[in-house]
């Protein structure tokens, strides 16, 4: 076989479309698997903390959902890049279609946290470093997505979208270093790469297949997403009405 393999061949919407649709199923089916197991690992599995008791127990939803969000927004401004960089037409519509779960993360981030700080810290929420550093990312969410809403022309959304999360993307350290660099109330890093874990092997592998299961989520997710979006930029071109009438009969 002489066909040689295109870098942006899946750039292109119409080959994208049908690749996406593919992925979504086997995904989805890893986010269930994973999830499964990191449940019953963390909920059944691992032994109770000798200092938070059950409590700590959320763990397993809130530092995965706090991993994600920054990771998210970080896919997010590598894609507004692209676009910036190269005018290309998917980048800006894997942004918006990532958007929604990014927003998803944080929120859950803050929530779970604050359930776990009412009973440990004795309120439900504290201006930390860490906390607020996490609720400025949410609100940069938030704010992309309003920006994005309030422009027309989606390239000229996107564009401005992409700028945005290019000037936001110095609150991402922020949060990961805030326990580093400021007397914070936030525990420190129980993982690390550099660094043995600071918690039992059952509670280290329950965390990271909840993590596995939040990523897999997020792609499932946004493919879906983006599948979406493409169908309503791109419904008055000629592969877009091609396949359309193909469904039809």
């Not at 803050?110 to 009973?119: R, V, Y």
Request: glycine residues 8%; hydrophobic residues 55%; contains cysteine.
């Amino acid at each position: 076989m002489n066909a040689r393999f295109h870098l942006y061949h899946y750039a292109s919407p119409a080959t994208f479309y049908p690749l996406a649709g593919k992925l979504i199923p086997v995904f989805a089916a890893l986010a269930v698997v994973f999830g499964l197991a990191g449940l019953y690992l963390g909920l059944l599995v691992a032994p109770t903390d000798f200092q938070q008791g059950e409590g700590y127990r959320i763990i397993f939803i809130h530092v995965p959902a706090s991993w994600m969000s920054m990771f998210i927004y970080l896919v997010m401004a590598f894609w507004a890049a692209i676009g910036l960089a190269f005018n290309t037409r998917l980048s800006g519509m894997m942004a918006t279609a990532l958007a929604p779960t990014g927003a998803l993360m944080a929120f859950l981030s803050l929530w779970t946290g604050a359930l776990w700080g009412k009973p440990m810290w004795g309120a439900w929420w504290v201006w930390d470093a860490r906390l607020t550093s996490e609720l400025i990312l949410l609100f940069l969410y938030i704010g992309f997505i309003a920006l994005q809403s309030a422009i027309d022309d989606p390239r000229r959304a996107d564009k401005a979208g992409g700028v945005l999360l290019l000037v936001g993307v110095v609150n991402v350290p922020v949060i990961y270093f805030s326990v580093k660099w400021w007397n914070t109330l936030h525990q420190g890093a129980s993982v690390s790469l550099t660094q043995s874990p600071s918690m039992a092997t059952t509670m280290l592998w329950g965390m990271l297949l909840m993590a596995l299961c939040f990523w897999m989520y997020s792609i499932a997710v946004a493919l879906m997403r983006v599948r979406t979006i493409l169908l309503e930029r791109e419904r008055h071109t000629e592969w877009v009405k091609e396949m359309l009438a193909g469904e039809t009969k």
